[in-house]
């Protein structure tokens, strides 16, 4: 058997929430064919607090081993670097997070609080990912830590982390297999593409059929504050419940799977020079990017620019 | 002289982190202090931010109420844009709430409440070995069920606002986006599948039958009538409740509040509660008895045994501040959560309170007969979906029958105002109290359910709801409180969102 302990920190419990909705396999079959026994979750166990605390010295002390331990949630160290914002048993979660990822085969961060710190990291509280601030390596354990694996903290980003990318993650590791990673050690299988791959405005975005308002078909990176071409992730690939995705339903994306989120500028503007983001797609030369689009946007067919083409 | 020992309990299944300390004299709970024990500074982070920011980052807030949070959110900005909601928008905001709440109550139900009933402390209960087959975490059969179950019903927010959790799809004005026909049908479908399982496997019987049980001996006779009502998850907690006692505990506390919920669109067929174009109806029940209109401005949150900056008495949330402080005065300050008051005083909120508040006649008989006990509370979250499902279907087939309708009025930049957002989450009363100046947030407080019903005592020392309904439970066994995580389950505990919601505080409970 494979175990896993999975343990909440400063979050919402969102990666918990998303991770339910797993489907083809569903949460249960998954951990069923790979084997995976649930030691603690806290929203789907009983152990008894005492129990509980057992668990938990026998995992300090080795006895039992860990072979996957998935935290969700910032690792919160205020107030003056003491954790006290966020205890258990009066002792800082942090602590405990730092011991028993020492003991793990794997770790896993779920979600961007957990890998990057994520909403807490500008407030009192003093929110860290595992093993980066935001863009900074270090975070709780240290640019340097490795788990008994040899690999770092995986990283599964995203406000929450996409269930799929969740399942996929835990059949590689228990697998055996190494997945490949980012510079901010996310899985290239799932944050290698941009949230705007497969989005089903891309023509008008081709095209710069831009919006300025809501309810309407055309593309939201111009002026709605759409970060769908500049942040890694497989929204669109995958889609979320298996039906949809956020800049489907109108909704900027607010590049929830970058080290920055929450960016701190306000999230339905995009922030332009003259008509033309500040922030451009990686790696494109702006002088390119003004001609390109100059010429799209001329070469517009109508029934785009009479929003005619669904999406 | 009768031994008085402390004991500090860790609840789990709860969403967030809760911990409660009694004092028990005899093994029967004489005292309590409800703690959260998380800050996550939400409001904080707020202040400063773009007029339209709530709408991202109080999702946030809670991983199994983000939609919830939206609505909060999006009807704040709505009064501040002082804008009119096109009535399909508030047919799909209506619709995707309600879809929550049918989710949440499920999954609290029969994955958080009903898991205690094959803990061993209840190896002697005939009905035991039954209970273990079900509810055994992750392994009984209806546990497996509900988990494969109620995440196909999410599927609708998914269709219209992209994704659940933490979607951003409600803004002042309206929502993000017009559904096609199409999409409305699936909608339509999944609404079906998931009505037609619930009156299979958690009520044991149809919405229609339900809706005639409106008195506590119709209930006694639903239970009796047939297999298919005692074998459902409602009528297997009735009959095991009733066999373990379980109607003595959780009492002792006497007010009730509902902030009222889910606008009625200007044109619908669907009849709301009492005079406020409501589905379900606004108001405060005292000690009394006597049901109250509701004023927002009663609405006060008190700090003194919270681990904030002192002021005295209360606030209203427009006034409040959440200036965390924890070092000193650890004596007396024990909790992240604040303590709202209405009038005064500490309230109840939840489903038992909206039937309360809005008249039930099967919930007020209950409450007549029973007193305000942890068994008719969770009765009423198990069975508050039969009383949203005629409505939302309704609203679905308005929406596909008036779909040339818009979805959207266009609403300036915000600049300058301030507006209240209130509505009933799964949990009960949920408040967003927002300030704009000069294009920018100025001001955020968000009051929630668990705020109300996990509250720490206030500044006059008077114990908050669970504290209070806690006092006299008997524990069988002190390092397995069961008992406790009975009743405080009851109330459906949701410490992420006092955590953030509060301003700071986060309560974890394991039992």
Redesign the interface.
């Known amino acids: 058997m494979v175990t896993l302990f999975w343990m909440q920190c400063g979050g919402c419990g969102g990666d918990t929430m998303s991770f339910l909705n797993s489907n083809s396999p569903d949460l249960l079959e998954l951990f069923d064919t790979l084997g995976i026994r649930l030691l603690w979750h806290p929203s789907l166990s009983t152990l008894s607090p005492s129990a509980q605390n057992e668990l938990i010295e026998t995992l300090i002390q080795g006895e039992q081993p860990l072979d996957i331990l998935v935290v969700e949630g910032a690792i919160i160290r205020g107030p003056a670097s003491t954790g006290m914002f966020d205890t258990r048993n009066g002792q800082p979660k942090k602590d405990l997070v730092a011991t028993l990822a020492g003991q793990a085969r794997h770790v896993i961060a779920a979600g961007t609080c957990a890998a990057f710190g994520g909403l807490g990291t500008e407030g009192h509280t003093k929110a860290t990912g595992l093993q980066f601030r935001k863009r900074e390596p270090g975070g709780l354990l240290g640019k340097d830590f490795r788990s008994a694996s040899g690999m770092p903290v995986i990283n599964l980003a995203g406000c929450p982390c996409h269930t799929e990318v969740m399942a996929g993650a835990l059949s590689a590791l228990v697998s055996g297999q190494t997945p490949e990673l980012d510079e901010f050690n996310r899985p290239l299988d799932w944050y290698g593409m941009t949230v705007h791959q497969g989005c089903t405005r891309n023509e008008y975005h081709e095209y710069r059929v831009e919006e300025w308002d809501f309810a309407q078909r055309g593309c939201l990176f111009f002026h709605m504050g759409c970060h769908g071409p500049l942040v890694d992730g497989p929204c669109n690939k995958l889609l979320w419940n298996g039906r949809s995705s956020k800049t489907r339903a109108g909704v900027p994306c607010f590049g929830c799977t970058s080290p920055d989120f929450p960016m701190p500028y306000p999230f339905f503007e995009t922030r332009n020079i003259e008509g033309v983001p500040i922030e451009l797609p990686k790696g494109i030369s702006r002088a390119h990017y003004l001609v390109y689009k100059g010429m799209a946007a001329a070469a517009a067919p109508d029934r785009l620019k009479k929003r005619e083409t669904k999406i | 002289m009768a031994k008085k020992i402390i004991r500090?309990?860790?609840l789990?299944?709860?969403?967030?982190?809760l911990?409660i300390r009694v004092e028990l004299e005899n093994n029967r709970i004489v005292d309590a202090w409800s703690s959260g024990?998380?800050?996550?500074?939400?409001e904080?982070?707020l202040r400063g931010?773009?007029?339209?920011?709530g709408?991202?980052?109080t999702p946030?807030?809670?991983?199994?109420c983000?939609t919830t949070h939206l609505m909060a959110a999006a009807k704040a900005l709505d009064q501040i844009a002082a804008v009119s909601v096109p009535d399909n928008a508030v047919r799909l905001r209506n619709l995707t709430l309600m879809v929550e709440h049918c989710q949440s109550d499920v999954?609290h139900s029969v994955?958080?409440f009903l898991?205690?009933f094959?803990?061993p402390i209840y190896q002697a209960h005939p009905l035991y070995t039954e209970a273990v087959k079900r509810y055994?975490?992750?392994q009984g059969e209806r546990c497996?069920d509900v988990?494969?179950q109620?995440?196909t019903i999410?599927?609708i927010?998914?269709?219209?606002?992209?994704?659940?959790?933490?979607?951003?799809?409600m803004?002042p004005?309206?929502?993000?986006?017009?559904p096609?026909m199409t999409e409305l049908n699936q909608c339509r479908h999944i609404l079906q599948h998931y009505r037609k399982w619930y009156e299979q496997t958690v009520l044991g019987c149809s919405l229609e039958r339900w809706q005639a049980v409106r008195s506590a001996t119709d209930l006694d006779a639903w239970l009796a009538e047939g297999a298919s009502h005692r074998e459902s998850d409602t009528g297997f907690f009735l009959r095991f409740a009733r066999e373990a006692g379980l109607h003595a505990l959780g009492q002792r506390h006497g007010c009730f509040l509902s902030y009222g919920s889910l606008d009625l669109p200007g044109d619908t067929a669907i009849v709301g509660a009492g005079e406020d174009k409501l589905l379900v109806a606004a108001g405060f029940v005292g000690k009394d008895g006597q049901p109250q209109r509701f004023d927002q401005a009663q609405v006060k949150e008190h700090v003194g045994f919270s681990w904030y900056t002192d002021y005295p008495g209360g606030r209203h949330p427009f006034e409040g501040e959440t200036d965390?402080q924890?070092?000193g005065a650890e004596g007396k300050k024990y909790s992240?959560a604040k303590a709202p008051r209405y009038l005064d005083q500490p309230a109840e909120t939840g489903p038992l309170a909206e039937r309360i508040v809005g008249g039930d006649p099967l919930f007020c008989d209950l409450l007549r007969r029973d007193g305000a006990n942890l068994v008719i509370r969770q009765l009423a979250r198990m069975t508050r979906p039969a009383t949203l499902f005629p409505a939302m279907e309704t609203w679905v087939d308005e929406m596909i029958a008036r779909h040339d309708q818009?979805?959207?009025t266009?609403v300036p930049p915000l600049v300058e105002g301030r507006g209240f957002g209130l509505i009933e989450a799964a949990r009960g009363a949920l408040g967003h109290w927002v300030e704009i100046k000069d294009g920018k947030i100025s001001h955020y407080q968000i009051v929630t359910p668990t705020a109300w019903n996990g509250s720490p005592r206030d500044s006059e020392g008077v114990r908050g709801p669970w504290e209070e309904a806690l006092i006299g439970t008997a524990i069988k066994d002190i390092?397995?409180?069961v008992e406790a995580g009975h009743v405080v389950r009851s109330f459906d505990a949701c410490l992420?969102c006092t955590v953030?919601v509060v301003g700071?505080g986060?309560i974890?409970v394991?039992?």
């Open positions: 500090d309990i860790p789990n299944r709860v969403e967030g982190d911990e024990t998380m800050f996550r500074g939400i904080n982070i931010r773009g007029a339209l920011d709408l991202v980052i946030r807030v809670c991983g199994i983000s999954r994955l958080m898991p205690d094959a803990a055994a975490p992750l497996i988990v494969r109620t995440k999410l599927e927010i998914a269709i219209l606002g992209g994704q659940w959790p933490h979607s951003s799809f803004v004005g309206g929502v993000t986006y017009v096609t965390p924890a070092t992240w818009p979805y959207y266009a390092d397995n409180p992420v953030h700071p986060r974890p394991r039992c």
